[in-house]
């Protein structure tokens, strides 16, 4: 890879789907097409221009980039073809390895509970894992969506029963996790 | 007779809040002839949240399905978006960035699979409207839907990021597919706008303003009802509408349906298969008009 001369794009760069990041015009195409560019405290474009002037540390611990709904509209309008939704997820991935946690908002934590369970069980349990994210950050928010729940479980769609993989396929899914986190990442 | 490989992903399984869904994409493809195999033993596609959380990790669980579906030799075919999208990406990651493919091996390797990147993994959309085809559809149907008004809703990863089987921004597919049954695709500008994805756990003001733009701009098009090809999408729009009316004074009431249940209307399937009783807001009314 070239190096150049910065170590934050550098850094982005050496994730897959991170190195577009040098190709931006700044035209502002991403910003104009994001539905959410609205909420972030930095627009999209403005996060690659902060990260190429080197300003890792305001960019990691922004939360601008956990509005990204991952709709790909940037993605596919983008003159140069940055991928750039993967580079908010490259950005979202490097804040979440600091350590930052964005105050505010509570997709990190969203994110990581959903992570958990499908490296840990191989699937996503939509009720535990609804009434685990809801104790977990703020019980209090959780009466918001009980009418959401209670229509569902009528309905038949939340179920209690947790979709397991046979004994061999959780060894596998194990085995292969294990190796992974011995390679260090991306 | 045509044979795939299926992935339900989380939402469409036995115990996901979509399985309906499935139902419907099972009791639709066997009377088009086709068989969609269940992926014995998958996991999770590896997901948007994992790859911002453990990049590598997610990539590795999504190999090992796709190393599984490659045994089987067949398309794997699934009925959501995100795992479509995620699917795609890994096939596409793997062949582009060499250095990531020697590690996902290498972990492979450890749970004694490898893959070789030959596996196609297509929507269910695609495969009905691509392999099956329109006049097929059509020419098995025993009900007209009599110009039911449907708002066609692809939502975004169907489509997006990589060139797929449809338009990324306007893509016609779904509208053709409506009009061939008999039905009536409104216009429908928002009709690849997204819904808010998981942000409505996270951001639930941000998300549901996304959905109610959604329902206003198939209302104000004349919509009866939606047609969605995704299950989070019809989560949100269908059992969080309440949230909607309730946060921004609104009344709407639209049923929103999987396509392949509007699919299976027409064909003239038992409504228990296709699992209509499952949407939060009854279809049956507006469904009561074209039985």
New interface residues.
């Given amino acids: 890879m070239e190096k150049s001369g910065n170590a934050f794009v550098d850094e982005i760069s050496s ?3 991170g190195e577009g990041i040098r190709l931006c015009i700044q035209c502002g195409t991403c910003t104009a097409s994001c ?2 560019a609205d ?1 972030m405290e930095h627009t999209p474009s403005q996060l690659i221009a902060m990260a190429r002037a080197g300003m890792r540390k305001e960019v990691l611990a922004s939360k601008a980039m956990w ?1 990204c ?5 940037c ?2 309008r983008c003159p140069r073809g940055i ?1 750039q ?1 993967e580079l908010m ?1 490259a950005l ?2 490097l804040s ?1 390895k600091e350590g930052v946690s964005p105050g505010e ?3 990190p ?4 509970l ?2 958990h ?3 840990s069980l ?5 009720l535990w894992f ?1 009434t685990r ?1 809801y104790l977990q950050t703020n019980p209090l928010r959780a009466w ?2 009980v ?2 729940a209670l ?2 479980l009528r ?5 209690l ?3 397991r ?2 004994t ?2 959780t060894g ?2 194990r ?7 011995s ?1 260090g ?2 | 007779m045509k044979y795939y490989t299926y992935f339900p992903g989380c939402s469409c399984s036995t115990e996901g809040g979509a399985k309906a869904y499935s139902w419907s994409v099972q009791a639709v493809s066997k009377v088009l002839d086709s068989e969609l195999v269940e992926l014995d033993d998958w996991n999770c596609c590896g997901s948007t949240p994992s790859s911002s959380v453990d990049e590598l990790a997610a990539f590795c669980i999504s190999a090992r399905d796709l190393a599984l579906a490659e045994k089987r030799g067949f398309d794997l075919v699934t009925p959501c978006s995100a795992c479509y999208v995620i699917f795609n990406r890994t096939n596409h990651y793997l062949k582009q960035y060499p250095r990531l493919k020697t590690k996902v091996d290498e972990a492979l390797g450890a749970g004694g699979l490898e893959y070789h990147g030959t596996v196609r993994v297509r929507h269910v959309l695609d495969v009905l409207v691509n392999d099956i085809g329109y006049d097929a559809i059509a020419a098995k149907a025993k009900k007209n839907l009599n110009g039911l008004k449907v708002a066609p809703y692809y939502g975004c990863q169907v489509v997006r990021p990589k060139p797929s089987f449809d338009d990324p921004e306007y893509p016609q597919s779904l509208d053709k597919l409506i009009v061939s049954l008999g039905g009536e695709a409104v216009p429908f500008p928002l009709k690849s706008r997204c819904c808010g994805g998981s942000l409505i756990f996270t951001e639930e003001a941000v998300a549901l303003d996304l959905v109610r733009r959604l329902l206003d701009s198939a209302q104000k098009n004349g919509a009866e009802c939606l047609a969605t090809v995704c299950p989070l999408c019809q989560t949100n729009l269908d059992a969080y509408q309440g949230e909607v009316n309730k946060m921004f004074q609104t009344n709407f009431h639209l049923p929103v349906l999987f396509f392949t249940q509007l699919i299976g209307i027409a064909l003239g399937l038992d409504e228990k298969d296709l699992g209509l009783k499952t949407c939060v807001v009854p279809a049956d009314k507006v469904l009561a008009k074209y039985r």
């Fill in positions: 994730i897959p789907g539905p959410n909420r509005y709904l991952s709709c790909y509209l993605t596919v991928k939704t997820h979202e991935y979440i908002t509570l997709t934590t969203m994110y990581r959903f992570n369970y499908a490296c191989g699937s996503l349990p939509e609804m994210f918001r969506i009418p959401v229509n569902m309905r038949g769609r939340l179920s029963r947790r979709r993989l046979t061999e396929g596998q899914l085995a292969i996790l294990h190796k992974a986190e390679l990442g991306v």
